[in-house]
């Protein structure tokens, strides 16, 4: 069954304009930096709240997240708010994104709001095949994975595990979902529809086809 979304009061499949222009400069669903890249230049975001995203505020609020020195990964962080937001004294964040422009508008809008550098930076460089310094406690993904082409969505989980600490990453890594609830502190046009996923390993990779 197809799924549609709504933001800013707009429905977000090939109906939209904005959607379809998207489409348009992309050139298809392959992973195509010139014309993700297009789309930034361009303005045509629909993805960009402009802010942080609000679940990632009451999360940064909970204390809950780790830290002593921790590291934390956002790819295809855009504009970069959620990277500032999830920053802290003993948490240091990365904001990685494939297309130059959103790496410079990221830039630009930290310093505006006067966040301290210190505890993040941005890279402009390919998920797939960037190789940062050390793994990460946590990656935040937030509008990266629904991005890709279901044909690119296993690719996708792989690169997540080989860039986490402590392998926690999805179902075909011997991980299964044991909560779904919803979103409430979701901005007014996501409400009802954004969900959060608690994940627990129950088995590794090697025997999942044996427990079937």
């Known amino acids: 069954m197809a799924s549609t979304a709504v933001a800013g009061g707009q429905v977000l499949d090939g109906s939209n304009p904005t959607v379809a222009r998207v489409r348009q400069l992309i050139g298809g669903p392959e992973y195509c930096q010139d014309g993700w890249s297009r789309c930034w230049e361009e303005g045509v975001t629909p993805w ?29 962080c855009g504009a970069g708010y959620d990277v500032v937001a999830l920053s802290g004294p ?22 505006a ?10 890279v402009a460089a390919d998920f ?40 926690e990453v999805l179902k075909p890594l011997g991980f299964v979902i044991t909560c779904i609830q919803d979103n409430d502190v979701a901005v007014k046009r996501r409400q009802g529809m954004e969900k959060i996923a ?8 090697t025997n999942l086809d044996s427990e079937e």
Not at 52 to 76: C, I, Q, Y
Not at 139 to 151: E, G, K, N, V
Not at 198 to 205: C, F, I, L, Q, V
């Open 113 to 122: 709001a006067a966040a301290d550098a210190s505890l993040f930076a941005f």
């Open 90 to 111: 003993g948490r240091f964040v990365v904001g990685l994104d494939i297309c130059e422009s959103a790496v410079a508008k990221a830039k630009q809008w930290s310093a």
């Open 198 to 205: 608690r994940w627990k390993r129950m088995a590794s990779p």
């Open 128 to 167: 797939f095949t960037w190789e940062p310094p050390e793994l990460f406690d946590l990656i935040f993904d937030y509008t990266f994975f629904c991005a890709f082409h279901p044909s690119m969505r296993p690719a996708w989980a792989k690169r997540m595990a080989d860039l986490l600490n402590y392998e």
């Open 48 to 76: 960009d709240l402009g802010q942080p995203t609000p679940a990632v505020v009451e999360l940064a609020k909970s204390g809950t997240l780790p830290g002593d020195a921790a590291t934390v990964l956002v790819p295809g």
